[in-house]
């Protein structure tokens, strides 16, 4: 499979590498997304698009331009160059201002900030979910706990710690996921929470996850704070 990786995370980008070393991979700076030529160049060929969905730019008003209108012309491109399967990644940081004892899925609504780290990956997603209702194309959006390097990390482990290694795995293992061939455009869009294990976790992904949601990635992510 020919995959184009959108984003500037080295270390992420070199972990999903690790995870499908039979595929071939290309990489694309997010700050040349609003380049409709560049965009396309980039696109065309490709089977699968991974778009990290980094906040980049030099000045609020570049990084809301980037994560809208160049989210939209990467897929714009993508459907035009016949790509059936788009990842999207995206944060767990807009469910922040819940409270401390609920439990959540990726039932519940985000309810981001007017910070950008909060605002933008949702409206990246928004634009996706668009797309996957309007085109025949897969979707799906990994909504990822912070990234840390479960080896090394000092501290008390919090709630929604990832190691960035499971983050790829995340990546990896969407790139696989294709229903664009369903009438029902919910089908086509998927979301889906990656978080790692924790002894009292907040966030319920995996056996914890309410039936009757989109089949599970089978990841099995690293724990924390004793957690197995």
């Known amino acids: ?134 085109h025949a194309i897969t979707v799906t959006v990994v909504r990822l706990g912070r990234q840390v390097d479960a080896d090394t990390v000092e501290g008390d482990p919090e709630v929604d710690w990832l190691d960035y290694r499971d983050a790829a795995r995340a990546f990896a293992v969407a790139l696989d996921r294709d229903t664009s061939d369903q009438i029902n455009w919910q089908q086509r869009f998927g979301v889906f929470h990656v978080v790692g294990h924790h002894p009292n976790p907040r966030f319920l992904v995996g056996d914890g996850r309410i039936a009757g949601l989109q089949p599970m990635l089978e990841l099995k992510p690293r724990g924390f704070g004793g957690a197995p």
Do not use: H
């Open 1 to 134: 499979m020919k995959i184009l990786i959108t984003g500037q995370d080295d270390r992420l980008i070199d972990a999903i590498w690790q995870e499908r070393p039979d595929d071939e991979f290309t990489t694309f700076g997010p700050l040349d997304l609003t380049n409709d030529s560049a965009v396309w160049e980039a696109v065309r060929g490709s089977d699968a698009v991974v778009y990290l969905s980094e906040i980049v730019g030099e000045d609020e008003g570049r990084q809301m331009d980037l994560a809208t209108r160049g989210t939209y012309m990467l897929l714009r491109a993508a459907v035009d160059a016949g790509v059936r399967r788009v990842v999207l990644g995206s944060t767990l940081t807009f469910f922040s201002d819940y409270p401390d004892d609920v439990y959540i899925t990726e039932y519940w609504r985000p309810e981001p900030t007017d910070e950008l780290d909060q605002l933008l990956p949702l409206l990246c997603e928004i634009g996706g979910r668009e797309f996957a209702r309007d």
